[in-house]
């Protein structure tokens, strides 16, 4: 294993990028994620964007929002991420629409959370998604 191999299996372990188009939704997630000790390494506020930085960063968990500016939305971007990166996706939605909830079971997310999301929620969900809980 290279020195690249080593540094980049050590930042897919707690590097997480939030995909929120609501700044201050998305500095509130950040300062969550790294109350918990983990690294924010990206933001993003549009699918295309996401997809761009997922790519450059390699985040191993990615907190999505669904519905975001522009004309694709948050589930076209973890499907995109998950498929080619494998990130794990939390889905955070203030929707509770079974055509909301249809897309995002598109994406076989790691878990959905609703609007707003707890410290205790968030916690959990990124926990059990790395295997902690």
């Given at each position: 294993m290279s020195v690249?191999?080593?540094?980049?299996?050590?930042?897919l372990q707690d590097c997480v990028m939030?995909?929120?188009?609501?700044?201050?939704i998305a500095q509130g997630l950040?300062?969550?994620?790294?109350?918990?000790g983990l690294d924010?390494?990206?933001?993003?506020?549009?699918?295309?964007?996401?997809?761009?930085?997922?790519?450059r960063y390699r985040p191993a968990i990615v907190l999505m929002d669904v519905r975001l500016r522009g004309a694709r939305d948050g589930v076209d971007a973890a499907i995109a991420i998950?498929?080619?990166?494998?990130?794990?996706?939390?889905?955070?939605?203030?929707?509770?629409?079974?055509?909301?909830?249809?897309?995002?079971a598109q994406d076989h997310p790691a878990a959905v959370?609703?609007?707003?999301?707890?410290?205790?929620?968030?916690?959990t969900a990124i926990q059990r998604v790395r295997g902690h809980a």
């Open positions: 690249t191999d080593v540094l980049t299996e050590c930042r939030i995909v929120e188009d609501e700044f201050l950040a300062i969550q994620v790294e109350d918990m924010v390494c990206a933001t993003a506020a549009s699918a295309d964007e996401a997809i761009d930085m997922a790519v998950h498929e080619s990166l494998g990130s794990k996706v939390i889905f955070i939605t203030g929707s509770r629409e079974p055509a909301t909830q249809a897309r995002i959370l609703f609007k707003p999301v707890s410290d205790r929620q968030l916690r």
